[in-house]
């Protein structure tokens, strides 16, 4: 067994934790996605899931070649990449009023949660990348999924900091 597709596809071997490999891979994506945003802004970020998504393309073919299994509890850099799709709506933000991201504390939490439903749940297209049945999928799903959850944040702060600011 190539060790790197492992590493990356386990995101340094946390989708090894139990019970719920998934959440435990969402919630490691929290710290890292804070640091590459307080290292390099939204920027920064993007680029984290972009090369989060390509290398665990790569990484979950090469992890899944030959066996039954297309989508193991152990591969979670999908979570990773979905998680930081989700959480770059309070990136985008913090930048844009140059605020401290950890004070948008309630964002983190929705981010949280809403991908955790929507990945777990799997809505419409979410599905549908799901059934694909192949590496991309696997990764194709958590990012749609991210998707939704970066929309119901942005929905959910603008409600907030709109309709509530009065």
Do not use: Y
Not at 23 to 34: I, K, N
Not at 59 to 71: C, N, V
Request: aromatic share 10%; net charge negative.
């Amino acid at each position: 067994m190539n060790k790197l597709p492992h590493i990356i596809a386990t995101f340094g071997f946390v989708g090894h934790l139990r019970p719920a490999p998934g959440t435990w891979g969402s919630l490691a994506a929290l710290p890292v996605g804070w640091l590459l945003h307080t290292i390099g802004g939204a920027g920064l970020l993007i680029v984290g899931i972009v090369l989060s998504f390509a290398s665990g393309w790569w990484a979950t073919a090469l992890e899944t070649r030959g066996k039954e299994d297309h989508d193991p509890s152990e591969i979670v850099i999908d979570e990773v990449a979905g998680q930081w799709i989700a959480i770059l709506p309070l990136s985008l933000g913090a930048s844009h009023v140059n605020a401290d991201i950890l004070g948008l504390w309630p964002g983190w939490i929705c981010a949280f949660v809403l991908f955790r439903l929507f990945d777990i749940l799997k809505p419409g297209p979410i599905g549908w990348a799901d059934r694909r049945g192949d590496a991309l999928g696997v990764m194709l799903d958590d990012v749609i999924a991210g998707l939704f959850a970066a929309i119901g944040v942005a929905l959910l702060a603008g409600a907030a900091h709109g309709i509530l600011a009065i």
